[in-house]
């Protein structure tokens, strides 16, 4: 069964700038898996954030960005607001019509 | 705008079988443009991917549900619905519908509806 890999947890300072990363447990992710990014804050349905691996979803500010870092996937949040406090999930296509989700990265704003 | 919106029951019993149903609107379901995908999110977990399917009726499952997993779509009422069979207390959880673009984006999403499997 694949695993995708995130940080379980980070922390920023308003107006810093963190990058959240996404693995595999196995291997290494390339924009062939087609990374995506959503943002989910308690109580409501996730937003998409990025999708094949650094396009934006309208209307998301260009604060955010996607890339791929060494042998994972990563989301860069530049100049961090407090609104930025979620959780952020990245998904993988594994090919054959399968897609993985991370377990999820809660980010601090503080 | 596309919106969509999840319904069905919020309480099934263990060993019985759960409907949902995703209305769609702004939009059509009959668009050979992206796939039709649900996701579940059990209480304080992380996000997990039930299966998606096309316009035409071809689905994708998640290898781990795939044997107790049935989704379908009658493009005549612009929905899609997904089933899940002899239920658990682990299958607990909201459960989204979303828009599944090809290679994962999944956008927009449902408001997701909690359903509790408890006797």
């Known amino acids: 069964q694949t695993v995708v890999t995130q940080e379980p947890s980070f922390s920023v300072s308003p107006g810093g700038t963190v990058t959240l990363t996404c693995g595999l447990k196995?291997?290494?992710?390339?924009?062939?898996?087609?990374p995506s990014w959503y943002q989910q804050t308690p109580g409501q349905a996730p937003r998409a954030l990025i999708y094949?691996?650094?396009s934006r979803s309208s209307g998301v500010p260009d604060r955010f960005s996607g890339s791929i870092l060494g042998n994972k996937a990563a989301l860069t949040i530049t100049g961090a607001q407090a609104d930025d406090d979620s959780d952020y999930y990245c998904?993988?296509?594994?090919?054959?019509?399968?897609?993985?989700f991370g377990g999820g990265t809660k980010l601090t704003v503080l | 705008q596309l919106q969509l919106q999840e319904s069905g029951p919020g309480l099934v019993k263990p060993s019985e079988t759960l409907s949902l149903t995703c209305s769609v609107s702004g939009g059509s379901v009959s668009r050979n443009t992206h796939y039709w995908g649900w996701v579940r999110q059990p209480p304080g977990k992380a996000l997990e991917w039930i299966g998606s399917?096309?316009?035409?009726?071809?689905?994708y499952y998640n290898p781990s549900l795939k044997s107790r997993v049935t989704i379908s779509i009658d493009t005549s009422k612009n929905q899609f619905s997904l089933e899940l069979y002899s239920v658990t207390a682990a299958d607990t959880a909201v459960f989204y519908c979303?828009?599944?673009?090809?290679?994962?984006?999944?956008?927009?999403w449902g408001q997701g509806i909690l359903v509790t499997v408890s006797s």
């Open positions: 998904v993988l296509y594994m090919g054959s019509g399968i897609s993985v």
């Open positions: 979303a828009r599944h673009f090809e290679h994962s984006l999944f956008d927009p």
């Open positions: 094949n691996t650094d």
């Open positions: 196995s291997g290494s992710v390339s924009t062939t898996y087609y």
């Open positions: 399917i096309y316009y035409d009726g071809s689905t």
